[in-house]
């Protein structure tokens, strides 16, 4: 495959909101992000991903947009945004931000003037469909779920109809079938391009079309979750080849999509194989949740981990590339997933090498790179994501007798609220986030975890993710580590996930083991090879026996080997 620059980039994610305020509002802000530039040089990421910031009532967040074209006041102006932009680029720091294609606020103008009438010329930029009359009572157009729990539909009062919206009520979906969505879509891309970003993180990429508007007989839910109807369809492709061919194709840029859940490695193709894909890379989310139950405990699936690895990395083997990343702000922190508590620092730096060695680009999450945890959440107060409430009040009304504490219970694992809590810098009052009052509350476990501390620790799980990137790309491994094959070895071993990294002559293996036990990697697993020496670890003493590798709990060890054939 031609190299691209993005392929030897190393990434890190930032959830503005929460990642630093300098204004004292208690919220994140552009500035933070300005400030911390420096922060992220040191630790050697070279490019960056901002989550939006166009302006927004915020209900989700920043994804519910109301103007492409403008700032959210509480993070700042275009004028910090371009000072970002500016810095980043003296740090060598690309960056690129959200493009949110499906949807829009409910409060953008497109909106506004599109519910007035039914003849409005804005009407054809959404979704809109009348009412389903059976047996003299009213319904919804289909019984399809939205992603943020209920129906995928909403009344408007205006003109009686309903607007379709997967997410949530405050983000009635475009209508990609629309011409003139399509080219303001294409506008407002460029002009984001022309101020010199490097490119999109595409939002929801996979379900820019619909299926037509029948009911789903997947299950007997009221609203059925068959989000089939709305992802990955034929004509989604169609949509991104155009954007592809009159915007991405024409600027030196990465693109990667979100094609989330069930979309399988085909599908995935289909987006970002080299010779007919619309994107650079998809981010799946198969790895997210491997975890299975043994003796009552939530433990995590290794094997399962290893197949969703070895599904897409083989999968897209000279035909694409894949993006690496363990969470985003979607999803529960993997400290709490994957890792240990009892070998917290251990646990954590494993995870890293894991992850980060294998082929493809990685986004770190704020706040990975010190271990921050799942936030012990118990009530529905103390969560802010609209998805969470949503689902918690929808249980509390569907089952009656249920306790509120109980309904929290159900959902607290998935809340993306997890990985919103504020990072956490240092240990002065709400973990140096802000001087203000945080829109979402501190982890109490701040004192402990935090930037500060773990950067004067040369041994920290900081100073690993920063050796690791490193590794990978200022060192005389950083050819392989970078291009180098991809091959899972010992694939059946529940305790650990090891692989080769081989770029002709040279060959590394990265053997991580995911057990609270002593173990052993035996040199016969890997044929053709021999052990040479070892590079890097998470334990100060890891050592090679001539004919195997011992591994204390979570030992984590890249070592280079000699071909013998
Ligand atoms: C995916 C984003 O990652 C998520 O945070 C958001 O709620 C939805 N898309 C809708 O934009």
Not at 155 to 162: A, F, L, P, R, V
Not at 287 to 297: A, D, F, L, R, S
Not at 546 to 551: Q, T
């Amino acid at each position: 495959m031609k190299r691209k620059w993005w392929m030897e980039s190393f990434g890190y994610q930032i959830y503005i909101k929460s990642f630093y305020d300098t204004n004292g509002d208690g919220i994140g802000d552009l500035e933070g992000v300005y400030e911390k530039l420096d922060y992220l040089h040191e630790l050697g990421v070279n490019l960056i991903w901002l989550v939006p910031f166009y302006k927004s009532p915020m209900d989700d967040n920043g994804y519910d947009v109301s103007d492409f074209y403008e700032v959210a006041s509480e993070y700042g102006t275009l004028e910090t945004f371009k000072k970002v932009l500016d810095k980043a680029n003296k740090l060598n720091i690309k960056v690129i931000i959200d493009l949110i294609l499906n949807h829009t606020s409910d409060e953008h103008y497109w909106f506004q003037e599109s519910r007035k009438s039914l003849d409005n010329p804005y009407r054809e930029y959404y979704i809109w469909q009348p009412p389903r009359i059976i047996e003299g009572k009213e319904y919804e157009p289909t019984n399809w779920s939205s992603f943020f729990g209920g129906s995928c539909w909403k009344k408007d009062e205006i003109t009686g109809y309903y607007f379709m919206k997967i997410f949530s009520d405050k983000m009635p979906d475009l209508n990609w079938e629309s011409e003139k969505v399509q080219q303001e879509m294409i506008k407002m891309a460029k002009w984001w391009l022309d101020m010199g970003i490097s490119g999109f993180r595409i939002d929801a990429a996979s379900h820019l079309s619909r299926a037509p508007f029948e009911d789903s007989n997947m299950t007997n839910d009221r609203y059925v979750p068959d989000f089939s109807k709305y992802s990955n369809l034929p004509m989604v492709h169609e949509y991104l080849k155009l954007l592809d061919d009159q915007v991405f194709s024409k600027y030196d840029i990465m693109t990667v999509g979100e094609v989330g859940g069930g979309a399988s490695v085909e599908s995935g193709l289909r987006y970002a194989s080299k010779d007919y894909g619309q994107l650079d890379m998809v981010f799946n989310f198969d790895h997210n949740w491997c975890t299975k139950k043994v003796n009552g405990e939530e433990v995590t699936d290794v094997v399962r981990l290893k197949y969703v690895f070895r599904k897409w990395i083989y999968g897209f083997k000279g035909k694409g590339w894949n993006p690496l990343y363990w969470l985003n702000h979607d999803h529960p922190r993997v400290m709490s997933m994957y890792g240990d508590m009892d070998y917290f620092e251990k646990s954590a730096k494993m995870l890293a090498n894991t992850l980060y060695f294998i082929k493809g680009t990685p986004f770190i999450y704020q706040g990975e790179e010190i271990g921050m945890t799942n936030y012990p959440f118990t009530k529905l107060e103390e969560f802010r994501d609209v998805s969470t409430i949503n689902h918690i009040k929808f249980s509390l009304e569907n089952n009656p007798g249920l306790t509120e504490e109980e309904a929290v219970k159900w959902h607290v694992g998935n809340s993306r609220d997890h990985a919103r809590i504020p990072m956490q810098w240092n240990s002065s009052r709400n973990a140096g986030f802000t001087e203000g009052t945080p829109w979402i509350n501190v982890h109490p476990n701040y004192k402990e975890i935090n930037v500060e501390n773990q950067m004067k620790d040369p041994n920290s799980i900081w100073n690993h993710y920063k050796n690791i990137i490193n590794l990978k790309l200022n060192s005389k491994y950083r050819e392989v580590l970078i291009y180098g094959d991809f091959e899972i070895v010992d694939y059946n071993n529940p305790h650990n996930f090891s692989y080769i990294r081989r770029l002709k002559d040279k060959a590394i293996l990265v053997v991580n083991s995911f057990s609270n036990q002593n173990r052993r990697f035996m040199q016969s697993k890997i044929k053709g090879y021999e052990f040479d020496e070892i590079i890097f670890s998470n334990y100060e003493d890891s050592h090679i026996s001539p004919k195997s590798i011992p591994l204390r709990p979570y030992e984590a060890v890249v070592l280079s080997l000699k071909l013998t054939k």
